[in-house]
Nanobody
Framework: QLRLVESGGGLVRPGESLKLSCVAA????????VAWFRQAPGKGREGLAC????????YYAQSVKGRVVISRDNAQSTFYLEILNLEPEDTATYYC???????????????????????WGQGTRVTVSS
């Protein structure tokens, strides 16, 4: 099982952008579908973005589509979430996750459902405030 560590959170002003990183310890990140989630205070965990093993599958939640970009660098065992035009409503703890990839169809279904059951990071806090 991969060990995941998020970083890049902090205090940002509304309208600014932020890029979060997730580093995976292990040898098999290239065999995993990866995604980003967030959990606001008093709310459940919300899936935001997902990217497939070969970068041919992308899925974004409607709530953030158009201002979030997910990317990966398997050679560096790292994947990223770039958030544009941050608003106070984006304040949350952000988590990265990885799950085993099977077929192309199964990978898309996993991304579309955000039903990840593999590895999770500890979270990085993002606070958007003036």
């Amino acid at each position: 099982q991969l060990r995941l560590v998020e970083s890049g959170g902090g205090l940002v002003r509304p309208g600014e952008s932020l890029k979060l990183s997730c580093v995976a310890a292990g040898l098999s990140l290239d065999q995993h579908t990866v995604a980003w989630f967030r959990q606001a205070p008093g709310k459940g965990r919300e899936g935001l973005a997902c990217i497939g093993t070969t970068e041919t599958t992308y899925y974004y939640a409607q709530s953030v589509k158009g201002r979030v970009v997910i990317s990966r660098d398997n050679a560096q065992s790292t994947f990223y979430l770039e958030i544009l035009n941050l608003e106070p409503e984006d304040t949350a703890t952000y988590y990265c996750a990885a799950d085993r990839r099977y077929t192309d169809r199964e990978e898309y279904k996993l991304c579309a459902s955000f039903r990840f059951s593999g590895s999770w990071g500890q979270g990085t806090r993002v606070t958007v405030s003036s």
